[in-house]
């Protein structure tokens, strides 16, 4: 399995990307469950999210290469941050009570927002890698049977060559299975992961996250000696209280 598609990028119907021509640029998201069971935490999430952008942007490295965007859902979903070069991100807007919890909502709106964004790295004559997204959960969505269909219909392998590679994050009551269902891809030799976090501190468990966000996303930016990118996710560390693990249902990749 390839980490490296050919495509290029300009954005339409968003705020612009603004990259040079033929730069090679590594797109992540961060998916954030803002459902009403995380309402006493969003004052603690966005300024993980405004932490996490300063300390990637003080990287020149990461700061070059890396695009960040931000995806919130609750019943419905919003972009919250548009693709954009760290250095270019403001104020982190406020993040307020999305509803319920429905992860269809999340990857519909993630699926028009890729589209969009690698469509605007065309214009540039971008060099894109696959996308990564990070998914943060608290709890079990209300369509609990319908997500993971929508992921594979809209970003899965058999709908499109860019398919992403997905890292799972759940504390509180998100259940493990569920977070499986999230992480993709579950098939080749590099799989999605997934990490539930046990602390029952929100805020040590968004500070773990972002540590982890933050290690993965600097070591996936940093070449290696033979000039090459690798992404793949930060592991906490042994005394860390996380249950994590690769999806462990594999399929055969036709």
């Not at 214009?123 to 369509?143: M, S, W, Y």
Request: net charge negative; proline share 4%; glycine share 8%.
């Amino acid at each position: 399995m390839s980490d490296y598609t050919e495509v290029e990028y300009n954005i339409e119907g968003g705020a612009g990307v603004e990259i040079a021509e033929g730069q090679e640029v590594m797109p992540f998201y961060l998916i954030l469950d803002q459902s009403g069971s995380m309402n006493a935490d969003l004052g603690t999430l966005r300024q993980a999210v405004e932490q996490l952008i300063a300390e990637l942007r003080s990287d020149p490295e990461t700061d070059d290469t890396a695009l960040l965007g931000v995806i919130s859902f609750g019943s419905s979903a919003q972009v919250t941050i548009p693709l954009s070069r760290l250095s270019s991100i403001g104020t982190v807007p406020q993040l307020t009570s999305l509803g319920g919890t429905n992860f269809s909502a999340a990857w519909h709106k993630y699926d028009e927002v890729f589209r969009a964004d690698k469509k605007a790295i065309r214009a540039k004559n971008g060099q894109i890698h696959r996308p990564c997204v990070f998914f943060l959960t608290d709890g079990e969505p209300g369509d609990r049977h319908q997500f993971r269909d929508v992921f594979l219909t809209t970003q899965g392998k058999n709908a499109t060559k860019g398919w992403p590679y997905v890292v799972a994050y759940g504390f509180r009551t998100a259940p493990a299975d569920v977070l499986k269902d999230i992480a993709y891809p579950d098939f080749g030799e590099k799989l999605g992961q997934w990490f539930l976090l046990k602390d029952n501190n929100a805020k040590a468990v968004i500070e773990q996250i972002k540590t982890l966000i933050n290690q993965t996303i600097v070591q996936a930016t940093s070449t290696n000696a033979m000039g090459q990118r690798d992404l793949q996710a930060a592991q906490p560390t042994p005394t860390a209280n996380i249950v994590h693990g690769s999806v462990d249902e594999l399929i055969e990749d036709d």
